[in-house]
């Protein structure tokens, strides 16, 4: 498990047999129990709707109601973690709407097994103890205070482990982490903003693959303040200086844009005949 931090942030780096390596950060514990307690709140409405229900039939005693409310709320509540992240591919409703998902450490596709054991565990971590608490009137003062360090104790494992990992988790070998909605980005490439600006061969075959790839984190964010002004400014003149290109008779920005395109086309049709340029120390033919 190769684990990073960086600004407070955790990040789990995995390689599925595919080979490409994939990036997911961690939930944060406040996100797993936000989502835990909507998926409480989603279950808990389900189990008194339908004692509602049967409340409003008459068929059954208040006793028996009692008794069916404790039991009520086990047949709902496993089947719907379980079955929920078995089509959701590891989300319930509270990991849906917060973006969580669990995912398998071994970078593989979550299996039935693992969802099942991570949730049934979550039964003897939390929710049995709670419900013996609550609904038993008769257990000793000491058994309780046994309980009560139990819960403690499984409350505490998340934060004693760097992937914030519970005890279903641990021995599931799952992990929660977030699951953002993806936004593509524009493609910069798609419109020309200096038609006539035309850059030679000798050019763009100066730069490679990497120099691109910063350019165009530049170009995403268009710059306001004046420190990012300058950087431009900055950037432009390297630029022309090295591939001998003056004076720039357009605006930076539309300079900088229509050199990104020539460039990406340049090398786009570089990489169809194996000529990967990886960066501006490639050599030239």
Same mark, same amino acid.
């Given at each position: ?36 307690? $909507? ?7 389900? /189990? #008194?709707?339908? &004692?509602?229900? *049967?409340?409003? =039939?008459? +068929? %059954? ?71 013996? $608490? ?7 003062? /000491? #058994?309780?205070? &046994?309980?009560? *360090?139990?819960? =403690?104790? +499984? %409350? ?130």
């Amino acid at each position: 498990m190769n684990l990073t931090k960086t600004a407070g942030v955790k990040t789990l780096h995995q390689t599925p047999p595919e080979g490409v390596p994939i990036p997911f950060r961690i939930a944060s514990r406040g996100a797993r129990f936000g989502a835990q307690v $909507l998926d409480i709140l989603i279950t808990w409405t389900a /189990a #008194f709707l339908m &004692l509602w229900a *049967l409340l409003w =039939l008459d +068929v %059954l005693s208040w006793e028996a109601l009692f008794a069916l409310l404790v039991l009520t709320f086990f047949l709902i509540r496993v089947p719907y973690y379980i079955l929920s992240e078995l089509v959701w591919n590891g989300r319930t409703l509270g990991k849906r709407i917060l973006r969580l998902r669990v995912i398998s450490l071994d970078g593989r596709r979550l299996t039935p097994h693992q969802i099942v054991a991570r949730n049934l565990m979550k039964e003897a971590e939390v929710f049995l103890p709670i419900e013996t $608490l609550l609904y038993s009137t008769e257990v000793a003062t /000491a #058994f309780d205070g &046994l309980i009560l *360090l139990w819960m =403690l104790g +499984v %409350l505490a494992v998340p934060f004693l482990n760097k992937p914030a990992q519970r005890l279903g988790d641990m021995l599931a070998g799952t992990v929660v982490v977030e699951n953002p909605r993806l936004r593509l980005m524009p493609d910069l490439s798609v419109t020309r903003t200096a038609p006539e600006l035309v850059f030679t061969q000798a050019q763009l075959d100066i730069y490679g693959r990497h120099e691109l790839q910063v350019l165009e984190q530049i170009l995403r964010n268009r710059p306001k303040a004046k420190a990012e002004l300058k950087n431009l400014d900055d950037v432009t003149c390297a630029i022309c200086r090295r591939i001998d290109f003056a004076p720039v008779p357009v605006e930076q920005w539309d300079f900088l844009l229509e050199f990104y395109r020539q460039q990406r086309a340049y090398l786009e049709s570089r990489n169809l005949f194996g000529d990967l340029r990886t960066d501006k120390n490639h050599k030239k033919p």
